[in-house]
């Protein structure tokens, strides 16, 4: 009984470890979409063949303006995510394709939750720019 015991310890630890390291391996994948989400979630991939093949989507990077001058995907317009607010009008229409990120996410989708509240229809929120495996600027 003892052994049965200490054979079944072992095998969970080992699960334990297998499911730590595959976490820690795997990359880092944008959260699904809930059901009731108002904007999409891509991947940064996905954000990247959206800016290649439309020349009128709008990449808002919701860090400040520090942040940004420090390096931002370029064509990227800063409008922090502290200053969006129902109060201020901004100059995108209603119906453009916005492409929302920050730095690792978290800004991110706060910002694509009140432009949809806004009523901005076509919002998609990639995540960070520490997932961004493409070029950034400075300029």
């Not at 999409?40 to 001058?69: G, H, M, N």
Request: proline residues 6%; charged residues 25%; hydrophobic residues 40%.
């Amino acid at each position: 009984m003892r052994n049965l015991f200490l054979l079944a310890a072992i095998i969970c630890f080992g699960m334990a470890i297998i499911k730590f390291f595959a976490a820690r391996s795997s990359p880092n994948t944008p959260a699904p979409r809930r059901a009731n989400q108002k904007y999409l979630t891509l991947t940064p991939e996905e954000a990247k063949a959206r800016l290649d093949e439309a020349e009128d989507v709008i990449l808002l990077d919701v860090r400040t303006q520090e942040e940004f001058d420090g390096g931002h995907i370029p064509g990227a317009v800063c409008l922090p995510n502290e200053d969006i607010s129902a109060d201020l009008p901004l100059p995108f229409d209603k119906d453009a394709e916005i492409l929302v990120y920050c730095r690792s996410g978290r800004r991110s989708a706060e910002a694509a939750e009140k432009l949809a509240d806004m009523g901005y229809e076509n919002v998609a929120d990639f995540g960070g720019i520490i997932d961004w495996p493409y070029e950034t600027t400075t300029n």
